[in-house]
């Protein structure tokens, strides 16, 4: 599994405080935190072990914000471990608030930057991830630091189940061309929409996400693409020139 203590510690480009936290939240972030935080250690080779009663299923949101998506996701389905990352440290006081009122037992969280727990996971162990309103950076010159490019595609690509899917909303135009644009290159992915209904509205079972509310108040469309992870022997079909493992709509 790479490592990244002999490497240049990534830069993260966002915001990890915000307002100083009221007394009552520093309190219930050290006594609760602790219970749900998961770090880079030997349990991560064992993902479904940092949940009690080890789930069959895991599903992990990058960047969850103030966690209204991943709470609503950990209600509806119990059984499923949802991991959720994030560095700014007051959307995680706000899920685990989130967290204790509910009793969400099946949050673990990781308050970091997305990238090091991907590397730390193990092949094939996330069915479902999601990537909700992320950064879309819309000046050229930090086009770079967009989430999606082709380093955090080979990580995603790698972490992912056969058929897992990856969810994605922006309301960036840029950024969805973007998207697009990037993972379909990337060759592991498959855009799963079939009309326009697909991308531009989004599913009962797919719950709304605070900056999402703010672009719908703004008057902003937003668009909400499902990939399927590609299965690897048919990932490796590909590699190997054989165009008709493909779907014909593709070839
Ligand atoms: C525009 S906000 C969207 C928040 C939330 N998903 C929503 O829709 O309301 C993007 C979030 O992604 C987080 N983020 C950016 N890069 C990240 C990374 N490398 N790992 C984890 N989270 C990241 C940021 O801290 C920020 O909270």
Redesign the pocket.
């Known amino acids: 599994m790479p490592s990244h203590s002999d490497e240049i510690r990534r830069i993260?480009y966002?915001?990890r405080r915000g307002r100083k936290l009221h007394a009552a939240k520093r309190q219930l972030m050290a006594a609760t935190l602790p219970r749900f935080a998961i770090g880079l250690d030997a349990g991560l080779k064992h993902p479904h072990n940092l949940f009690d009663p080890p789930p069959a299923r895991l599903w992990l949101e990058?960047?969850?914000?103030?966690g209204e998506?991943l709470a609503a996701q950990a209600q509806a389905h119990r059984d499923i471990g949802m991991i959720g990352?994030?560095?700014?440290l007051n959307?995680v006081a706000a899920l685990v608030e989130t967290i204790e009122r509910n009793a969400l037992h099946n949050i673990r969280i990781y308050p970091d930057?997305?990238?090091d727990l991907l590397d730390a996971l193990p092949d094939a162990s996330i069915e479902r991830c999601f990537i909700?309103?992320?950064?879309p950076w819309p000046k050229r010159r930090h086009h770079r630091r967009r989430?999606i490019g082709a380093a955090n595609l080979d990580a995603l690509a790698r972490v992912l189940c056969d058929g897992a899917e990856l969810r994605l909303a922006s309301d960036h135009r840029g950024y969805v061309r973007w998207t697009l644009f990037h993972t379909l290159a990337h060759g592991a992915f498959e855009w799963t929409a079939r009309g326009p209904a697909d991308w531009r509205q989004r599913t009962d079972d797919w719950p709304a996400?605070?900056?999402?509310a703010k672009a719908l108040a703004r008057g902003d469309e937003c668009c909400y693409l499902r990939f399927s992870r590609r299965s690897r022997s048919l990932v490796q079909k590909i590699d190997d020139g054989n165009t008709d493992a493909l779907p014909p709509s593709t070839r």
């Open positions: 993260f966002g915001r990058i960047g969850f914000g103030t998506h990352c994030e560095p700014f959307g930057d997305v990238r909700l309103f992320p950064d989430f996400t605070r900056y999402e």
